[in-house]
């Protein structure tokens, strides 16, 4: 058990619908990542926050927005969801932001978009 | 445009055989490689991690060798378990971003046969 919890485990949505995703990182972990895996892009980073700032961003569309909140929990917010949208997101946390510092990923909400 | 680039997609080996999986990168500002194995139905989980200052690490079974000037990076698998079976990124971050984002390889799934 890495100590990052995700909910929901599963979710299943309509096109044009739109979700939230919930990460709380480790106890005392400042930063949060998201990242989306599916089968043809692999592991993509999305965002990251660390104490509650917007730190970097990657590959994230615009339909997606993510926050942090005072106690370090973060919500992924995908919204005109597309069948194409469908894919494992995961969220790590790290104790900095810092480089070199591991970053331990939870176990991922599947997302299916019918 | 894919920054780590990672070989094979898969790999089948006999127990007791050495698993070794391949990734190259161009951005010569990455400055710290970790591999990570993912079993099914779970996040990713740091196995190892080098910097560029040395060429070699090994823990227990697995050992990372780095080549700067090549710019490329491999695990090796030594007397390999069917309990290694499992998909393995390796990754890459660049420090001078002012973010520790991780840029994945597209993943090994390997088999490893009784």
């Known amino acids: 058990d890495s100590g990052v919890t995700q909910t929901p485990k599963h979710l299943i949505t309509a096109t044009g619908q739109r979700v939230t995703l919930r990460c709380s990182p480790r106890?005392?972990?400042?930063?949060v990542y998201w990242y989306q895996q599916s089968l043809d892009q692999g592991l993509q980073f999305l965002i990251q926050?660390?104490?509650?700032?917007?730190?970097a961003k990657g590959n994230i569309l615009e339909r997606f927005s993510a926050q942090q909140f005072p106690d370090l929990h973060s919500e992924l917010n995908l919204s005109s969801l597309e069948l194409g949208d469908s894919a494992l997101y995961f969220c790590?946390?790290?104790?900095?932001?810092?480089?070199?510092?591991?970053?331990?990923f939870g176990q991922g909400t599947r997302l299916t978009v019918v | 445009q894919q920054q780590v680039k990672q070989s094979p997609q898969s790999l089948i080996v006999q127990k007791g055989g050495i698993s070794i999986i391949n990734c190259a990168y161009e951005n010569t500002a990455f400055d710290y490689f970790p591999w990570y194995q993912q079993f099914p139905g779970k996040g990713p989980a740091l196995l190892i991690a080098?910097?560029?200052?040395?060429s070699e690490k090994k823990e227990g079974r697995f050992t990372i060798s780095f080549n700067k000037s090549a710019k490329q990076f491999s695990l090796h698998i030594m007397d390999s378990q069917p309990g290694d079976s499992a998909t393995y990124f390796c990754a890459a971050s660049n420090p001078h971003t002012g973010a520790n984002n991780l840029f994945f390889g597209t993943g090994t799934r390997l088999t490893v046969i009784p």
């Open positions: 926050y660390y104490n509650g700032e917007e730190r």
């Open positions: 790590a946390s790290s104790a900095s932001d810092r480089a070199n510092t591991e970053a331990f």
């Open positions: 080098i910097r560029p200052d040395v």
């Open positions: 106890s005392g972990d400042l930063s």
